[in-house]
């Protein structure tokens, strides 16, 4: 099972980036989809969940916003007002479903390799 993010790059302070996922080859028809992050000497964190049933929070002090098409069956991660804090590996990932019930991202068994996203002050 391949999930595939894009849309990184290098941004200044204050930008804008959007990433996504194709998460056309989970072998599940009920999931809950998950953006992560690890930045350098951290842990990974849960930014956003998102399932069919729970329209989802804005994340990241209402900075970031998850979205899905699930026909294209591809997540967005929509970022906004940047800040080097950001700065991190992002990786998609999915669990079973259909519930987010957590953002453990030991729960999440499908996960994607990651794209870079680096904030410059």
């Known amino acids: 099972v391949q999930l595939v993010e894009s849309g990184g790059g290098s941004v200044q302070a204050g930008g804008s980036l959007r990433l996504t996922c194709d998460f056309s080859g989970l072998p599940v028809n009920r999931y809950c989809l998950g953006w992560f992050r690890q930045a350098p000497g951290k842990e990974r964190e849960g930014v956003v969940m998102?399932?069919?049933?729970?329209p989802p929070a804005d994340a990241v002090k209402g900075r970031f916003t998850a979205s899905k098409d699930r026909i294209k069956k591809i997540l967005f991660l929509q970022m906004s007002n940047l800040e080097p804090e950001d700065s991190a590996i992002y990786y998609c990932a999915a669990r079973q479903g259909p519930f987010c019930t957590t953002s453990s991202a030991t729960a999440f068994a499908w996960w994607g390799k990651g794209t870079q996203v680096a904030v410059s002050s």
């Open positions: 998102i399932d069919d049933y729970t």
